[in-house]
């Protein structure tokens, strides 16, 4: 019988606070991995891989195990981003035991503009190709988008040596935005992603820009695929905003025959509706925003509640929308104590204060 590759890596951590830390990995990462907590030991498992923290007098002790080197440096690179965001302006040391390091990030796709084109007024599609799209045809849905500066040869990221991307600065600096793998199409080495187009008089959405101006032939890269798979369950419920649109017709498109899905979708008005082709059975509930009486109304939030108050404990709930619409959402399904292994919450945009 072969053995199951395993690539290791230690490191050490000092940061103000461990337990603190243990505290803000535990909750972050409940989203994406098994976590489990033991006083002063975290361990995350996912499909690729094995995270262990300790606390051990004012330092953690991380040890990553995991089935690919590839892993190996995305875990690597997971825990180091998560550990300095977590730290804020707290110092922060960190430090890996020798690795023998990818000369770039593995998990960065270069890819090129083949078409754009509106699919709805606001939303619009752009399809790209990519050498190898074999890393996308999984269930992992979520990239960062990277776009290089108008008229300026791409300069990727690389490492830094505590882990961290090293990000280009100054003229090469990158537009970094998060989206969704909308679908792939194999045989034609193409990746489609839907942005919506929100203009916002006075503020920039370089995200939306970037779609709305894309040329054929255009550069860009993606860093993933991560975060956020299909969900695998009997009954769905499916919450969300345009902003995961893109997400819930994927879900809704790769799911196996069986699947009963509800799903509450606020969007700017009828125009935006979109068909959502699906091998099981699918109940939408559009909620045109155009037709609220007061536009800070949040219907989407009153309806997601009474979705979730009528569901039994084996239905996956899945919500994507504003942050404060997520955290309302989460603090219903903390309420009702439903299994967390049987949701994805996660906000996607953030209203801006002005
Ligand atoms: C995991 C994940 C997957 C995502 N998938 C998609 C996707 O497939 N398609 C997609 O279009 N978006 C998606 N998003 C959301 C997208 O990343 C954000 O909307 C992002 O802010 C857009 O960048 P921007 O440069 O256009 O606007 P920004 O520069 O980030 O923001 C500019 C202004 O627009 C406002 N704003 C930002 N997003 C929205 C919005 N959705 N609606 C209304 N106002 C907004 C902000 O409050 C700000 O005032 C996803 C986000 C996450 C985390």
Not at 166 to 173: F, I, L, M
Not at 210 to 231: H, N, Q, S, V, Y
Request: glycine share 6%.
């Amino acid at each position: 019988m072969n053995a199951i590759p395993s690539f290791k890596l230690s490191g050490i951590a000092i940061p103000a606070s461990t337990d603190h830390m243990l505290d803000e990995i535990c909750e972050h990462f409940i989203e994406h991995a098994d976590v489990e907590r033991n006083n002063h030991l975290a361990i995350l498992r996912s499909k690729t891989s094995i995270v262990r923290i300790r606390a051990d007098n004012g330092t953690l002790l991380i040890e990553l195990d995991c089935s690919t080197l590839e892993a190996l440096q995305a875990a690597r690179t997971d825990i180091a981003e998560h550990l300095f965001y977590f730290a804020g302006d707290e110092p922060l040391e960190l430090n890996w035991t020798p690795l023998s390091s990818l000369p770039a990030l593995p998990n960065l796709h270069e890819i090129t503009v083949v078409s754009a084109e509106n699919v709805t007024p606001n939303m619009r599609r752009v399809i790209f190709s990519c050498a190898d799209i074999t890393p996308f045809a999984g269930g992992d849905m979520h990239v960062r988008l990277l776009v290089p500066p108008n008229g300026r040869p791409p300069v990727w990221p690389g490492f830094r040596e505590d882990g961290r991307i090293a990000w280009p600065e100054g003229q090469d600096e990158l537009l970094v935005r998060v989206y969704t793998i909308r679908a792939i199409d194999i045989e034609r080495g193409e990746i489609w992603i839907d942005f919506l187009q929100h203009p916002m008089p006075g503020i920039s959405t370089r995200g939306a820009d970037f779609a709305r101006d894309a040329r054929i032939g255009d550069r860009a890269a993606l860093l993933g695929p991560g975060g956020g798979c299909l969900p695998s369950a009997q009954t769905i419920v499916l919450i969300g905003d345009e902003s995961a649109l893109p997400a819930i017709a994927r879900i809704a498109a790769e799911v196996p025959a069986g699947t009963h899905m509800r799903a509450i979708i606020e969007i700017e008005n009828e125009a935006e509706e979109q068909p959502l082709p699906t091998h099981g059975t699918l109940e939408v509930s559009w909620l045109h925003r155009c037709h609220y009486p007061d536009r800070q109304d949040r219907l989407l939030l009153s309806q997601a509640t009474a979705a979730i108050a009528s569901i039994d404990e084996e239905t996956f709930v899945w919500a994507a929308c504003e942050k404060n619409d997520i955290r309302a959402i989460r603090s219903v399904l903390k309420g009702r104590l439903h299994d967390h292994r049987k949701m994805y919450v996660a906000w996607y945009w953030e209203r801006s204060l002005r």
